[in-house]
Nanobody, 123 residues
């Protein structure tokens, strides 16, 4: 599996911003699909956005459109999730997930590599 490690979570006031980072193993970065998922209280794990690193093509799920942006830094083997206009209902655990070479539909069971998660709290 493609190894990933998240960072960048924290506490922020409503309306604020956070940037999450997903460091991808160097040997797999160029051929990875990296997705962000989140687990919010009372809800199932849901996809947010994904990027295919070799093409920089992106895909977003509706709740993320307009507020969240996924991007990549090839020099750092890192994928970011920029989150703006945060709301209390955005609070939860955010996970970076990976799959090799192609981006599957944003369903958690289709991604085999997972990070440990990073907590986001919006008050």
């Amino acid at each position: 599996h493609v190894q990933v490690v998240e960072s960048g979570g924290g506490s922020v006031q409503a309306g604020g911003s956070l940037r999450l980072s997903c460091k991808v193993s160097a040997d797999a970065y160029a051929r990875s699909c990296i997705a962000w998922f989140r687990q919010t209280p009372g809800k199932e794990l849901e996809g947010i956005a994904q990027i295919l690193t070799r093409e920089s093509t992106t895909n977003y799920v509706d709740p993320a459109k307009g507020r969240f942006t996924i991007s990549q830094d090839n020099a750092k083997n890192t994928v970011y999730l920029e989150m703006n206009s945060l709301k209390p209902e955005d609070s939860g655990m955010y996970y970076c997930a990976s799959e090799w070479d192609v981006c599957p539909p944003m369903i958690a069971s289709l991604f085999r590599g997972w990070g440990q998660g990073t907590q986001v709290t919006v008050s």
